[in-house]
């Protein structure tokens, strides 16, 4: 069954320092792999998005690691700022017919000052 | 360009009305998707539209319908509500990546409060 798995379920840090999230899938056929910000009561926003043969991306503050073999991915938040309080979602996409999207649960960071 | 807008941002409604949402995607792209997030949950796949047909849908009940138009616009339709059906209903519209698959961009989403 495809799934997508992440953790921590929630996540406390004090402004300024860094994080990693993680995410663990079992999608087959995959086809890409998504981290998507969403803050609260709004819809998400992609911040990566890899493939395959991609084995680190970065936007900005944000570092997303993929690693095929062992099916996990991370996003690695550094310095982390008060505006980065957020769900973090990461999302993969099968290779069948459909391009399947599969929605891990998400990972709610708080940023505290 | 002009981001998904989605239509009405919040709404109220009782058990056992109907209720239809509004969806204008990203102008050029053929595809809407719409989603259900619940309180602390993540989001559940409802229906995917590409071109005025339904491409994929998820697993709900057939209360919950959608159509697309020829213009790309979606509504969502929902009959008969339920308590809950109370959540954010989030749209996306997406274009093709190059390699297969595609890149989605959500609207603001509509609250629907359901008493």
């Known amino acids: 069954k495809n799934q997508v798995e992440q953790s921590p379920q929630s996540l406390i840090i004090l402004e300024g320092k860094n994080c990693t999230l993680q995410?663990?899938?079992?999608?087959?056929?995959?086809?890409?792999l998504r981290w998507y910000k969403q803050d609260t009561g709004r819809g998400p926003v992609s911040l990566t998005i890899m493939t395959f043969s991609e084995n680190t991306k970065s936007n900005g503050r944000y570092t997303a690691t993929l690693d095929a073999d062992t099916k996990q991915s991370s996003l690695h938040i550094t310095a982390s700022q008060l505006s980065d309080s957020a769900s973090y979602i990461c999302?993969?996409?099968?290779?069948?017919?459909?391009?399947?999207?599969?929605w891990g649960a998400g990972t709610k960071l708080i940023i505290k000052p | 360009k002009a981001g998904v807008t989605q239509t009405p941002r919040y709404l109220i409604k009782t058990r056992g009305q109907q209720v239809t949402l509004s969806c204008s995607p990203i102008?050029?792209?053929?595809?809407v998707s719409w989603y259900q997030q619940t309180p602390g949950q993540g989001l559940q796949f409802l229906f995917e539209?590409?071109?005025?047909?339904?491409?994929n849908k998820g697993n709900f009940p057939g209360r919950f319908s959608g159509r697309q138009f020829s213009n790309s616009r979606s509504e969502m339709n929902v009959s008969t509500l339920e308590l809950g059906d109370s959540a954010l209903y989030l749209c996306?519209?997406?274009?093709?990546?190059?390699?297969?698959?595609?890149?989605?961009?959500f609207g603001p989403g509509t609250r629907l409060t359901v008493l």
């Open positions: 539209y590409f071109s005025e047909t339904q491409r």
């Open positions: 996306a519209s997406s274009f093709t990546l190059v390699g297969g698959g595609n890149e989605q961009f």
């Open positions: 999302v993969v996409s099968a290779r069948d017919s459909n391009y399947q999207l599969i």
């Open positions: 102008s050029g792209h053929r595809s």
């Open positions: 995410c663990n899938y079992t999608v087959s056929p995959f086809s890409n």
